[in-house]
Nanobody, 127 residues
């Protein structure tokens, strides 16, 4: 089992920045994929960014590319999401996800690809 704990959410004005953290514990040796998803009220959960921890390859949703940066600290089993130039439409609960493989498809943004999820952290962006 793998446990994921997110932190770093909060409230910020449009144009501001936040950094989210996701720390993994448990059987972390098997984890190769870590990702950030978000879910706004009344909307489906969507992929924001992902990292293949083996090579460090990064993936981003079009809506955040150039504004958000995903990174990892392997020694701390932690993945970060640096969010800059935040917009009101970025407001959501942000979830960390992880797995050893992408279970169903090759697309990193598919929710069911990930077996392990954090509890989520709220991000609020005011205009």
């Amino acid at each position: 089992q793998v446990q994921l704990v997110e932190s770093g959410g909060g409230s910020v004005q449009a144009g501001g920045s936040l950094r989210l953290s996701c720390t993994a514990s448990g059987y972390t040796y098997s984890i190769r994929w870590m990702a950030w998803f978000r879910q706004a009220p009344g909307k489906e959960r969507e992929g924001v960014a992902s990292i293949y921890t083996g090579t460090g390859r990064l993936y981003y949703a079009d809506s955040v590319e150039g504004r958000f940066t995903i990174s990892q600290d392997k020694a701390k089993n932690t993945v970060y999401l640096q969010m800059n130039s935040l917009k009101p439409e970025d407001a959501a609960i942000y979830y960390c996800a992880a797995d050893s493989v992408l279970r169903y498809t090759v697309n990193w943004w598919v929710v069911r690809n990930y077996a392990y999820w954090g509890q989520g952290t709220q991000v609020t962006v005011s205009s």
